[in-house]
């Protein structure tokens, strides 16, 4: 079932193509990023910590409710 462009313009959101209710104001779109192994296992291990996807982890961080605290050695 094709549903790309079936809601622009429109004020309600579409629902995830899996029929769960959106738990934002918009869907999710796929996206790519390139990082290496020893990166993707940290960041799944961190996403794991909180019972979270790597996807919701990177939302949530997005969103504010994530804060990055940068190591500093010297």
């Given at each position: 079932m094709e549903t790309r462009g079936k809601y622009k313009g429109r004020k309600e959101n579409p629902p995830n193509p899996?029929?769960?209710p959106l738990t934002y104001e918009e869907p999710k779109k796929r996206r790519n990023l390139s990082v290496t192994q020893a990166g993707w296992e940290e960041?799944?291990?961190i996403a794991e910590?909180?019972?979270l996807s790597?996807?919701?982890m990177l939302e949530r961080l997005a969103r504010g409710e994530f804060e990055l605290v940068r190591k500093v050695s010297y």
């Open positions: 899996d029929g769960r960041v799944q291990a910590q909180y019972n790597v996807s919701e």
